[in-house]
């Protein structure tokens, strides 16, 4: 569903220099697939989402989603993906409803269609009793169920979440794992971002795990185990950051 081969972006830097900020990327995400693109700030993380949906132009590599190239056709790549970003709001004087039923009319689906839509989504994720209320009124955990419902009113193949755990409290939390379980079912395919690794561990089917640009490594929770001798993806970009070293260089000076 997703195919990202050998991707790299370099940008114009001070005294003409040119920074690498993806270097020779690629993973695959087939239908049904959770996959964890992780990696510290400046990892490439962002840069490598924004050329899978067609939103920048890469310096060479190639990107797809269902078999449409991001670069040529980036407008029915588009169409194709829903996006859910913690830094994306609701608009607050709009109701549930109208925010939902807005941007189904932007993706062009029916109005019977997304009468449909909205009534099995408000059922998916339980805001049913919220789609009268403004969006000044939502809470931050209500408005992050809304934002989830709106990434499918226009029922894509391909989800992109995006840090989609941040501010919510542990039931917050608890719905999207619920979400992403739908998706499993519904056969979307998925990249999630996040930097609490541990909620990745328990959301997330596949990781790839982004460093300085490069995908490090890649594979199942036990496969990154087995291949690196770590425990959890946190002790592993301990491990890839070099800051274990560091630590312990501190610590002989105490």
């Known amino acids: 569903m997703i195919q990202v081969q050998n991707l790299c972006k ?6 003409g220099r040119m920074i690498d900020a993806v270097q020779g990327v690629s993973f695959a995400v087939a239908a049904g697939e959770v996959y964890g693109l992780l990696g510290p700030n400046g990892a490439g993380k962002t840069t490598t989402l924004r050329m899978v949906i067609g939103l920048l132009q890469p310096t060479s590599g190639q990107a797809s989603i269902a078999e449409f190239d991001s670069r040529t056709q980036p407008d029915e790549v588009k169409r194709r993906v829903g996006i859910v970003s ?7 004087w709009l109701t549930a409803r109208e925010y939902l039923l807005f941007f189904a ?11 449909d839509n909205l009534q099995r989504l408000s059922q998916v994720l339980d805001i049913a009793a919220l789609l009268d209320q403004r969006g000044v009124t939502l809470s931050t955990g209500q408005k ?18 995006d840090e989609p755990t941040l501010g919510l409290d542990v039931f917050g939390s608890q719905i999207v794992l619920e979400y992403l379980a739908h998706l499993r079912r519904l056969g ?17 089917d596949r990781f790839g795990l ?39 260089a501190e610590e002989a000076k105490t």
């Open 188 to 204: 979307k395919a998925v990249i999630l971002t996040t930097h609490r690794l541990d909620e990745a561990e328990r959301l997330c």
């Open 105 to 115: 009319d932007l993706y062009g689906v029916s109005p019977a269609q997304a009468a």
């Open 144 to 161: 992050q169920r809304v934002q989830l419902a709106r990434a499918l009113m226009h029922d894509p193949p391909v989800l992109l979440l």
């Open 210 to 248: 982004l460093h300085q640009g490069r995908l490090v490594s890649e594979g199942t929770l036990a496969q990154l185990q087995a291949s690196s001798g770590c425990t959890t993806l946190v002790e592993m970009f301990l491990r890839l950051a070099n800051v274990g070293p560091l630590l312990q």
């Open 86 to 92: 913690a830094t994306t709001g609701v608009y607050s």
């Open 10 to 15: 370099r940008f114009p830097a001070a005294g």
